[in-house]
């Protein structure tokens, strides 16, 4: 048996601009982190011959080219090309998809860092992160990013550089202990209780982005430089300033769609920012999930939080990525 574990994450500048749509023309640059809230695969061989995955449903079949879940049947097929191996797959999460934390890139690699092992295949991160990129956006053409699975098979608070070559460059983000302490505690997770599929805002940006709408290229320009001075802020130790850059980033994320937030997220948003939040925005291609808050006085925010009914989920950094936390 191998039980694998690949953390969820938080984007803390310049989101957006991972799409091919963008960094093939202008480079993409983003800060993502992950975080101790995970998918996890387990894999095992059954007594018959036979394929069952076990995830919201049930599947049971004979061959790979059976498989309805379209990254269960992508991914077997490529560790296992030709073969149908007698195998039985579980997978499970501490939190939900469509919550805008990366779930469907962590749930790949996971998948993949699971296969591998139980093939006795050795694997690098940056190997597990192609890989993972190729089945979602080349293989089952998702209008999405590669952040979600270079930080998912990475881990840590990192720098992603994406290159028009196709090429990912990845760097820690190079902050003290006391700043990244206290970057820990004052960012803070809550669920709006709204849940998404990304693709159809992403396919939005890609769809512009490709037809050189200036509107939007100037949105992601923007956002991008902001990631830079989001880098610039943290490094320095300057959280306040980490703090209103958050803020003018969802400013200029809402104006990316017209369905990237709503009133209801838009009267919390305010909320929060009179309770104890300097800055904040939806994780995520936006539409719903987690607003993320970072907050000068914590304690203010969870109280005004809490008053209106959002359940915050308490967090700490993951720094192992994409790994293996069990095997007999």
């Known amino acids: 048996m191998i039980i694998v574990r690949s953390p969820l994450r938080i984007t803390l500048g310049g989101g957006g601009t991972d799409l091919a749509s963008y960094y093939r023309e202008y480079e993409g640059f983003l800060i993502s982190a992950a975080i101790d809230k ?3 695969i387990t894999v095992y061989h059954p007594f018959t011959p036979v394929i069952n995955l076990k995830y919201s449903k049930l599947e049971s079949v004979k061959a790979i080219s059976e498989i309805k879940h379209p990254i269960f049947r992508e991914t077997l097929r490529l ?45 690098h991160p940056k190997e597990l992160a192609e890989q993972a990129c190729n089945i979602e956006i080349n293989i089952l053409k998702e209008p999405i990013g590669k952040q979600d699975q270079y930080i998912a098979a990475y881990g840590g608070v990192t720098c992603f550089e994406f290159k028009k070559d196709e090429s990912v460059k990845a760097y820690p983000l190079k902050i003290d202990k006391e700043v990244f302490c206290d970057l820990e505690d004052n960012l803070l997770l809550f669920f709006t209780g709204y849940t998404r599929s990304a693709s159809a805002i992403l396919y939005e940006q890609h769809k512009k982005s490709k037809t050189a709408d200036k509107a939007m290229l100037g949105n992601l320009h923007f956002i991008k430089e902001l990631g830079v001075q989001s880098k610039k802020a943290l490094e320095k130790g300057d959280l306040r300033k980490f703090g209103e850059l958050m803020n003018e980033h969802w400013e200029y994320k809402k104006k990316r769609s017209n369905v990237m937030s709503n009133e209801k997220i838009n009267q919390w948003y305010d909320l929060a920012l009179k309770n104890g939040a300097m800055g904040g925005k939806l994780i995520g291609a936006g539409g719903g999930g987690f607003l993320m808050f970072y907050a000068s006085n914590t304690a203010m925010l969870r109280r005004a939080m809490s008053k209106v009914g959002l359940e915050e989920v308490r967090f700490r950094f993951d720094f192992e990525g994409t790994k293996v936390i069990g095997q007999s």
């Open 38 to 40: 995970y998918v996890y």
């Open 79 to 123: 560790v296992y090309r030709n073969e149908n191996p007698s195998i039985e797959i579980v997978s499970f999460a501490d939190i939900p998809s469509g919550t805008g934390l990366g779930s469907s890139g962590s749930f790949t690699t996971a998948l993949l860092k699971a296969l591998h092992t139980y093939k006795k295949n050795l694997i």
